[in-house]
């Protein structure tokens, strides 16, 4: 069963209008983190957001923040006044294990965001 | 420079040659990834060093062999490829190789094996 599902292979905004980018994951462990990475065509990873899974508020950087929903197992991207830079692959990860874990970061298989002008 | 740097960023190589990618972090860090990012996969996790040691070995092809020498550079050594090695291949590196710290990814080598 994969660890990380998100269902949009692709999403259109139109630029200066919020987006959600789906992300579920699946996990039997109590202590885990979850991170969204941004990759732009360059082909570079850009960590945008973490949010750990005691972390009882939702996470927020700038523009972007982070709707976790436990219960759901859920722990969506929203992007608030969309750019046109924004448009991008956007990857959802998971690392499993306490804070000395050395646990792997496993990824989805990302959702392409075109935002248009 | 700052941040993690990779070289070269693209590479064509044959299947008889031997090549090797650079990695290089000025963060800090004390560990550092080897990924692979193939069309339409997620990206898979081949290394992981922490403090120079291997620690993760996701069974990875022994033509795939990775140096850590310090903790600043990582080296993947490659030989006898397969065409389906073709990809990108992302260094990543974090402060410790742990839950909480979030990983800083190099550009990418491109490589396609002909």
């Known amino acids: 069963a994969q660890k990380i599902t998100q269902t949009q292979p692709g999403m259109f905004v139109q630029e200066k209008e919020a987006v959600t980018l789906d992300c579920t994951y699946d996990t039997s462990d109590q202590s885990y983190g979850l991170f969204w990475y941004k990759q732009p065509s360059s082909g570079e990873m850009i960590f945008l957001i973490y949010?750990?899974?005691?972390?009882?508020q939702n996470a927020t950087e700038g523009r972007y923040s982070l709707n976790f929903q436990k219960a759901r197992k859920s722990a969506n991207l929203v992007i608030s006044a969309s750019q046109l830079g924004d448009s991008a692959m956007y990857f959802c990860a998971m690392r499993e294990g306490g804070g000395g874990s050395q646990g792997n970061l496993i990824f989805g298989k990302g959702t392409k965001l075109s935002v248009k002008p | 420079e700052t941040g993690v740097t990779q070289t070269p960023r693209h590479l064509v190589m044959g299947m008889t040659n031997k090549k090797s990618l650079k990695c290089e972090q000025h963060l800090g860090h004390n560990a550092m990834y080897w990924y692979k990012q193939s069309a339409k996969k997620p990206l898979e996790l081949m290394f992981v060093y922490s403090l120079e040691e291997r620690v993760e070995n996701n069974s990875v092809p022994s033509r795939f062999s990775p140096e850590c020498p310090n903790s600043s550079h990582l080296f993947l050594h490659l030989h006898t490829l397969q065409p389906e090695d073709s990809a990108l291949y992302l260094c990543?590196?974090?402060?410790?190789?742990?839950?909480?710290?979030?990983?800083?990814f190099g550009p990418g080598t491109r490589l396609t094996v002909t």
């Open positions: 949010q750990g899974s005691y972390d009882e």
């Open positions: 990543a590196s974090s402060q410790e190789a742990s839950r909480a710290y979030e990983q800083y």
